[in-house]
């Protein structure tokens, strides 16, 4: 049996100071203390692999105190204040807890590091008094071969946790803080992200961004699904027993090649193709042709964000009016209108959120915001893959219900597949409902990538010499 070696990395001399909250780690504070204790792990940024060929543990453990100092965001506590706001305080000393485990040589290290790491994962954090990271290690053989990073969100997002994950990998093999640092800038820090947002700039940039916002929450219907929700699932419990949330997830390796192969057709991103893809079900399955979704941006547009490792995504306001006709075409309209929802999503969410007060007290209709969608792809590392060739869809966990949303569905990337995974109030979109979503949207995807393979592989035809005049029939 493997045993435990809970070890502390001494941190000092680091940068300190104090100051209000940047947007991001408001936002994700605010929405985290509304869950559950149960619920709230689901909101941390995670991420293991195994260490290959093993490197010393002096060496990660050095690795990792480097970081420390690379990265404010992970040595930052945060404070609620008397007047609600929150305040971020910035330790410049402290030390980082690693729980080590090793395993014995009947013990796979790469099964022990899933088991710690599940095991990290699935606490919350209380950021007001303790740092926002933890490490867990699994060492055989005398070198450190699996590691485990389990953040809170209001320290990172996925953006963020990409480059955490890269510099840890390059001061682990022996570049320094100095030259990393080099190559980031510009980054901002927390503290510098903050007092940029209370600068000129940022509040103009705050006021346009909401402007925008509300003014699209204006146009949208303000409700996409019918008041009943549909038939509810046979097995669904009691009105007065809220069901749990179901959670499926489609993994398709053929989605993961059509969405490339139409995303160059059309030359637009692949994220606006699977955005197409549920815009057109979110319609189909609401009986309607216009649609609004809640888009989670990763807000890295604005060059001293680029870098950043901290929490940077917000929430975008995507309006589509109009789902109907050929899939090719709702795809360019999406990305027409994905642009300018990237545009305005960096905004102050608590002040949106008093501005959507006041316009609901006077009695304004606003748009549904209650259904998200999340493209983690290229923001968060790669999810192990089971590696078979073909479509499956499962119902992996339950969730706590969640008031306030329709549907959540992430866009998860793996070595070999894209996944799909969604997660849905049954009393609004049962589990039928929820299939017929998640294969409605590969299906899209993959008969487009048909249509398009066709039009650009097939030969030239000869027009006729004398073509036929308007309303007759050629070859007649």
């Known amino acids: 049996m493997s045993t435990r070696q809970p070890l502390e990395i001494a941190f000092s001399s680091g940068r300190a100071g104090s100051g209000p909250a940047t947007w991001g780690q408001h936002a994700i504070w605010d929405a985290v203390r509304r869950l559950a204790p149960a619920d709230a792990p689901r909101y941390n940024i995670t991420t293991a692999a195994p260490l290959n060929p093993g490197l010393p543990l002096p060496v990660v453990l050095g690795a990792l105190e480097q970081l420390l100092h690379l990265h404010d965001s992970l040595h930052t506590r945060l404070l609620p204040g008397e007047d609600g706001r929150l305040r971020q305080v910035l330790d410049p000393e402290g030390t980082l807890a690693v729980e080590v485990r090793s395993a014995t040589p009947a013990e796979d290290p790469a099964d022990l590091g899933a088991r710690l790491h599940e095991e990290l994962a699935a606490r919350p954090f209380d950021t007001a008094t303790r740092w926002p990271i933890r490490v867990g290690v699994v060492v055989a053989d005398g ?97 007065d027993a809220p069901a749990r949330f179901p959670n499926a997830v489609l993994r398709s390796p053929a989605l993961a090649r059509a969405v490339e192969q139409v995303a160059a057709a059309h030359r637009v991103s692949t994220s606006s193709v699977l955005l197409a893809a549920v815009a057109t079900m979110t319609a189909e399955l609401a009986g309607r042709t216009e649609v609004v979704l809640n888009v989670v941006v990763n807000n890295r547009f604005l060059p001293e964000l680029a870098n950043a490792v901290g929490v940077v995504a917000g929430d975008g306001l995507f309006h589509l009016p ?128 048909v249509t398009v393979a066709a039009t650009t592989t097939a030969p030239p035809t000869t027009p006729p010499t004398n073509p036929p005049s308007t309303g007759e029939a050629a070859g007649a």
């Open 143 to 239: 070198l450190a071969r699996h590691i485990s990073l389990v953040l809170s969100h209001t320290a990172v997002d996925g953006s963020g946790m990409s480059r955490l994950v890269a510099d840890l990998t390059a001061l682990s093999l022996g570049h320094s803080p100095e030259q990393l640092a080099g190559l980031r800038e510009p980054a901002r820090q927390p503290l510098q992200e903050a007092e940029f947002q209370l600068s000129e700039r940022g509040v103009r940039r705050d006021t346009a961004a909401r402007k925008q916002f509300v003014r699209k929450l204006r146009l949208g219907p303000p409700r996409l699904f019918p008041p009943t929700g549909g038939t509810p699932a046979a097995d669904a419990p009691a009105a």
């Open 322 to 449: 109009d789902t109907t006709g050929e899939f090719g075409e709702v795809v360019r309209r999406t990305h027409a209108a994905a642009i300018g929802t990237y545009r305005h999503a960096y905004f102050d969410k608590l002040a949106l959120a008093a501005e959507v007060d006041r316009l609901t007290t006077e009695g304004v209709e606003l748009a549904d915001r209650s259904c998200v969608f999340n493209d983690t792809r290229e923001l968060l590392p790669a999810a192990p893959d089971p590696g078979h060739d073909r479509t499956t869809l499962t119902w992996p966990v339950e969730f706590e219900p969640r008031p306030g949303l329709t549907y959540a569905l992430d866009a998860l990337q793996s070595p070999e597949a894209l996944s799909l995974a969604m997660t849905a109030d049954p009393s609004v979109i049962p589990r039928p409902a929820m299939e017929r979503f998640l294969h409605g949207m590969e299906e899209l995807v993959l008969t487009e990538a």
